[in-house]
């Protein structure tokens, strides 16, 4: 079947004449997309792996700097120093329930002591830069007794001014000088609203426990960045439709500490419900939408759009059985790597950091069935059916780093003709990096339109496409011919095309993008009654050419058996605009509502440089749900792109 499938690719892409693609993919290999400021492919920021140089699972240095070096890996987030090392604390003798700062100072010295006394390689220390370490509940003051190592006498923190003291300490003790560079960022508790009911506390309390910390912690280290709330299940339009799951939870921890926050953090995942009947997917027009009303009303509130730390994501399968190694397993977050970056490298000026979820070795995960953790990058030969022999061997996840491993330059503008593949491209000199990704749940044709590379000739391109076949995932490396203008992408599967040619391409033209918040958000549907955003002129300042979209999350319920999906009638500047009927990845049938952002197209033109502000109107002929958040998303061009 591999085999079988690689014909029928070398067939589709050697075949130039008499084929009509389903999807014309551009490419403006002269235009620079630049966003925010940003329009370098940072792998710092997205080719990340969750691990630090020194953790102990790693099977050996050689394995190690091999997989940092050979992929161009940075490193990323560590979740067991912090509740390690308070367990290490006795309490101050003088003060009752605070951490005894001598005690941190003995162990910091301790740690910056063993860590100069290893050898490290500077370019692999250089991975380290923005690391990021992050707390969990026995950090966090719960009225209990903190739990502590042999020797040390069980104290209760008092309250979080006390825990704060603790972390700011030990940054500050730690690292830096002689030892460890200190973690650009702090992720202050993993996950806590979820647990909040386990340890006694409320979500208020969290919130106010994250103001604390961060005052504290930027005290006594101003370079390192404070964040939260590492949000778990931001299932925001939960309880019919009615957002309460929003209002209970970001809503609140940003009323509360957005102010005092440096990054909001959450973890996004697709999975598979717990009868292991149906995939979901938060990829797509619902990741959007939940990204698009934190920045609404993080700029509603506090007048600024914090950056992002996505500090987890992937596939997450919520059935307990499934907790063995498996290479079907494996193949749905590879899936989900790829489809899920893609979507955060649209919005690199506001990742500070994204992180795929897979471990090292998990060997702290025990599971009385003998099952292992599924969500790490080594494995043990036997664990396959079929091999033998104890040694660490990579697993299929590697796989992501594989298909990355080159991808680097200048971001270009690429538009596809369908919003179901996604399209991006860089320049290195006389390289592209040409990524598509294929959310369809069937095989795509796409036809490539190279355009204004002016007499550069390509001299090569090599394609790494990683699909499935039959559940399994496969990484295929092959060259093309030079000619190639069309390519077929397996369903769900990612290809990047690498093109070498003549000379160094030229980039003299530019696309920058800007994104225009409405003043509301989260306004109800009710038929027929017109709900209303209003957007800053002096915002949408326009060019002489350009292009613009209206971004339109909702949250609703599904339509009735025999019903269709309702999509409104919506007014730009009193224009009406035509409304698509396709967004980003599935129908969302597998998910209990609808929440998503429909990406309309609005003609530029129709942007009022003379008014005080630009109006949408929106208005929907059946009740219920929530229109979330009314985006406008700007492209302004140095030159007429001809689509």
Request: with cysteine.
């Amino acid at each position: 079947m591999k085999h079988f499938t690689l014909i029928l690719l070398l067939i589709t892409v050697m075949s130039l004449c008499n084929t009509t693609a389903q999807v014309l993919v551009d490419v403006n290999l002269n235009v620079k997309h630049i966003v925010g400021g940003e329009s370098k492919f940072d792998r710092k920021k997205f080719i990340v792996m969750h691990a630090g140089l020194n953790n102990g699972e790693w099977p050996n240095t050689v394995a190690r700097d091999t997989f940092l070096t050979n992929y161009d890996v940075y490193l990323g987030r560590e979740n067991g120093t912090l509740p390690g090392y308070i367990r290490r604390i006795s309490e101050d003798p003088k003060k009752e329930g605070w951490p005894n700062v001598v005690d941190i100072k003995s162990v910091g010295k301790a740690q910056k002591k063993k860590y100069a006394s290893k050898s490290v390689n500077p370019d692999l220390l250089a991975r380290t830069g923005g690391m990021m370490i992050g707390g969990q509940f026995n950090n966090y003051p719960t009225g209990k007794p903190l739990p502590t190592y042999k020797g040390v006498k069980p104290w209760t923190l008092a309250n979080n001014e006390a825990a704060a003291e603790f972390y700011a300490q030990f940054f500050k003790q730690a690292y830096g000088g002689e030892g460890e560079p200190r973690p650009q960022y702090l992720e202050v508790i993993n996950e806590p609203f979820v647990k909040s009911g386990k340890y006694g506390t409320t979500r208020q309390a969290i919130s106010e426990f994250h103001v604390a910390v961060a005052k504290r912690v930027k005290k006594l280290n101003p370079e390192v960045k404070v964040g939260g709330y590492t949000a778990a299940y931001p299932e925001y339009s939960a309880n019919n439709s009615n957002f309460n799951h929003w209002n209970n939870n970001w809503k609140r921890f940003i009323d509360v500490a957005g102010k005092e926050m440096d990054f909001y953090s959450l973890h996004i995942y697709d999975g598979m419900a717990k009868d292991g009947k149906e995939n979901y997917y938060r990829s797509g027009s619902n990741m959007e939408a939940m990204l698009d009303i934190i920045e609404s009303y993080s700029m509603i509130k506090i007048g600024e759009v914090k950056p992002f730390v996505i500090s987890e994501y992937g596939y997450f399968w919520q059935r307990e059985e499934i907790t063995e190694f498996t290479k079907e397993f494996q193949w749905e977050n590879l899936r989900s790597f790829s489809t899920i970056m893609m979507q955060l490298m649209e919005r690199p000026d506001q990742m500070e950091k994204t992180i795929p979820f897979m471990l090292l070795k998990a060997g702290w995960w025990k599971k009385e069935s003998g099952a292992r953790y599924p969500y790490r990058l080594f494995r043990q030969k036997y664990e396959l059916e079929g091999e033998t022999g104890n040694e660490w061997v990579f697993t299929e996840l590697v796989k992501f780093y594989q298909l990355w491993s080159d991808v680097k330059g200048t971001r270009v503008d690429t538009k596809a003709s369908d919003i179901d593949i996604q399209v991006d491209a860089y320049i290195d000199g006389k390289k592209m990096y040409l990524i598509l990704n294929n959310i369809e749940q069937s095989n795509q044709t796409l036809d490539l339109n190279l355009i204004d590379g002016g007499n550069n000739k390509v001299k090569s391109i090599k394609a790494k496409h990683l699909y499935e076949v039959n559940g399994l995932p496969t990484l295929e490396e092959i060259e093309l011919d030079v000619n190639t203008a069309q390519v077929e992408v397996s369903k769900c599967a990612t290809m990047i095309l690498e093109y070498t040619f003549q000379k160094e391409v030229s980039i003299d033209e530019a696309s920058e993008e800007t994104k225009i918040y409405a003043d509301t958000y989260l306004k109800k549907i009710e038929a027929g009654k017109t709900n209303t955003f209003n957007f800053k002129t002096a915002d949408l300042k326009k060019a002489k050419y350009g292009e613009l979209v209206l971004r339109l999350g909702i949250g609703r319920e599904h339509p009735s058996e025999g019903e269709s999906f309702v999509y409104p009638e919506v007014t730009f500047n009193g224009t009406m605009i035509d409304i698509p009927t396709d967004w980003r990845g599935y129908d969302q049938s597998a998910r209990k509502r609808f929440f998503g952002v429909l990406e309309i197209p609005v003609p530029y033109e129709l942007i009022d440089n003379n008014s005080a502000q630009n109006t949408v109107e929106v208005k929907f002929s059946n009740s219920g749900g929530y229109i979330s958040s009314a985006v406008l998303q700007k492209f302004d061009f140095s030159k007429d792109l001809k689509r």
